[in-house]
């Protein structure tokens, strides 16, 4: 199961310090990706796309062909989301779009309803992405027993938005990619 993780490039999106000079990864993605490997999952691409034009993404999705792409999805990004969730759709039209963040939480039947997402992670995201990318593994239809989710029933055509996963972040582990981020802080590059 190949998965890609994207922070969408912020400071293309918003005229916004600090994001001015080089990638950022939010922490939150960062998590997921460590807990996804965790539980096995080792063919994760973390990706922000800084400073590509759509053609330069395209190629890039084209190259890395995920079967799930998740995306971090703030109400300053919303756009680029859609924009990326469509043009991943026309590349793979079978690829899952997850869509996660301040704004698919507060929003999923919207996100759902009007754009090609395939499912949002409601709130903190690690444990019920573990479930999510192991359900679609399978190929399950039913996601009703995932907390923390929303997701259109392909049966019905329903938008469903199941229960709140409690919160629990002192469990999370954050590995590898937090020694990144602490690297980049350290340079004295603008994160």
Known sequence: MKILLVDPPIGQIVDSMPYKE??????GLLSIDS???KHGYYEIELENYFGCGWEDIKARLRQSNPDI?????TTDSRGFCWRLARLAKEIRPDVKIVLGNVH???FPRQMIEHHPIDFCVLSEGEETMLELVRAIESRRTDYSDILGVAWRDPVTGEIKVNGQRPLTLTKYPLTANVVFLLTWKASDKPI
């Open 35 to 37: 807990y996804l490997e």
């Open 104 to 106: 698919a939480t507060f």
């Open 22 to 27: 080089g990638p950022a990864f939010a922490i």
């Open 69 to 73: 792409i998740g995306l971090s999805c």
